[in-house]
T-cell receptor, first 115, second 111 residues
Framework: GAGVSQSPSNKVTEKGKDVELRCDPI?????LYWYRQSLGQGLEFLIY????????KSGLPSDRFSAERTGGSVSTLTIQRTQQEDSAVYLC?????????????FGDGTRLSIL | GESVGLHLPTLSVQEGDNSIINCAYS??????FIWYKQESGKGPQFIID?????DKRQGQRVTVLLNKTVKHLSLQIAATQPGDSAVYFC??????????FGSGTRLLVRP
């Protein structure tokens, strides 16, 4: 079946602009995660959605970052007034459930470059 | 996990040899561990997982070993192939749903 799909795959924008990144999880997966990966580094947790529960936003680095998940499926990560330090690869993952520790499956990410 | 920036530890092996990639995890409360493989320009790909009630788990050409006493995790790849060249990350759950990723090890397979 189809894996996690992210769009766009690459995004170049000017400092100060807003960007919106999209994630389409694996069908039937109730848990969705956003991570950020800076060049040559590991993954940094940003936000987590599980079903209809309130999202865990504890990893968002500033109030310029926000995310939504509509209808329990597609999610969008929005970065307002982008800064150069926002340049990174933004990865989305989904899993079937979290109660019993299921593996997270990742998309190929959106490579964001802020000029 | 701590970040080592651009200078990832690198393991270079001859094609056909076995590879062992090591990881020290940080949280003694972690009870679920995963190994991921990440190729250039791609997202992390799930390889194998293990729960804390196990010491060893085997997959196809891969084995994960868990030593809870010293908080150590290893990934063994048998008969390493050129397609195995990638960055490998271990991850722990820290007793929650948030995965905590290690800084990664680059595996280079020499033909």
């Amino acid at each position: 079946g189809a894996g996690v799909s992210q769009s766009p795959s690459n995004k170049v924008t000017e400092k100060g602009k807003d960007v919106e990144l999209r994630c389409d999880p694996i069908s039937g997966h109730t848990a969705l995660y956003w991570y950020r990966q800076s060049l040559g580094q590991g993954l940094e947790f940003l936000i987590y959605f599980q079903g209809n529960s309130a999202p865990d936003k504890s990893g968002l680095p500033s109030d310029r970052f926000s995310a939504e998940r509509t209808g329990g499926s597609v999610s969008t990560l929005t970065i307002q007034r982008t800064q150069q330090e926002d340049s990174a690869v933004y990865l989305c993952a989904s899993s079937s459930q979290t109660g019993d520790n299921q593996p997270q499956h990742f998309g190929d990410g959106t490579r964001l470059s802020i000029l | 996990g701590e970040s080592v920036g651009l200078h990832l530890p690198t393991l270079s092996v001859q094609e056909g040899d076995n590879s062992i990639i090591n990881c020290a995890y940080s949280n003694s409360a972690s009870d679920y561990f995963i190994w991921y493989k990440q190729e250039s320009g791609k997202g992390p790909q799930f390889i194998i997982d293990i729960r804390s009630n196990m010491d060893k788990r085997q997959g196809q050409r891969v084995t994960v070993l868990l030593n809870k006493t010293v908080k150590h995790l290893s990934l063994q790849i048998a008969a390493t192939q050129p397609g195995d060249s990638a960055v490998y990350f271990c991850a722990e759950n820290g007793s929650s749903y948030k995965l905590i990723f290690g800084s990664g090890t680059r595996l280079l397979v020499r033909p």
